[in-house]
């Protein structure tokens, strides 16, 4: 089973940018892969905030967006909030089976 | 309202068995395609298994592979995680979602499996 791979932590200062990324272990990450990302704060279920690479739900903030970077998944969050401070993971798809990534850890500092 | 609501968790001694629940509420089950999630304490989240909407199609992770089963009855609209060989690293808390875009998420059951 493939590996997906976030960096563990982040941190970005109120107002920043910051990307954040999704390796596969199996080479590049390509629409094909229909990459998720999700938002989870403490206590609470995940929600999903970029399906299928760069589509955004109705209630996903303008300032994140999600995109293919460097042979990776990637979502970027311009111009950071205090509540943005949470848990991010992605999910890759592989011919059926799904992988969640390891989670990033963002602190908004 | 969309709903998802979990069921069935509790604590069980390794090599037990469980069965959880997911009952769908608002919306037309028989539609979508529906997954199994865990989230071990302190851990990341793990996907575990889908089933399509008909229950043709189900795919599972390695790591329960042979040892949970995934099930739906349109008709009750509800789906279910049959975990048998239970081992301590399957203690988790266990979200349903509904596939299409992973939108609705049930909050979750515990399962413990400790002696």
């Known amino acids: 089973q493939a590996v997906v791979t976030q960096e563990p932590s982040l941190t970005v200062s109120p107002g920043g940018t910051v990307t954040l990324t999704c390796g596969s272990s199996t080479g590049a990450v390509t629409s094909g892969h229909y990459p998720y990302w999700f938002q989870q704060k403490p206590g609470q279920a995940p929600r999903t905030l970029i399906y299928d690479t760069n589509n955004k739900h109705s209630w996903t903030p303008a300032r994140f967006s999600g995109s293919l970077l460097g042979g990776k998944a990637a979502l970027t969050l311009s111009g950071a909030q205090p509540e943005d401070e949470a848990d991010y993971y992605c999910l890759l798809s592989y011919s059926g089976a799904r992988v969640f990534g390891g989670g990033t850890k963002l602190t908004v500092l | 309202q969309v709903q998802l609501v979990e069921s069935g968790g509790g604590l069980v001694k390794p090599g037990g068995s469980l069965r959880l629940s997911c009952a769908a509420s608002?919306?037309?089950?028989?539609?979508?395609?529906m997954s199994w999630i865990r989230q071990a304490p302190g851990k990341g989240l793990e996907w575990l298994s889908y089933?399509?909407?008909?229950?043709?199609?189900?795919y599972y992770a390695d790591s329960v592979k042979g040892r949970f089963t995934i099930s739906r009855d349109n008709a009750r609209k509800s789906l279910y995680l049959q975990m048998n060989s239970l081992r301590a690293e399957d203690t988790a808390v266990y979200y349903c979602a509904r596939e299409d875009g992973y939108n609705i998420w049930g909050q979750g059951t515990m399962v413990t499996v400790s002696s």
């Open positions: 608002e919306f037309t089950f028989s539609d979508y395609y």
């Open positions: 089933i399509s909407s008909t229950g043709n199609s189900i």
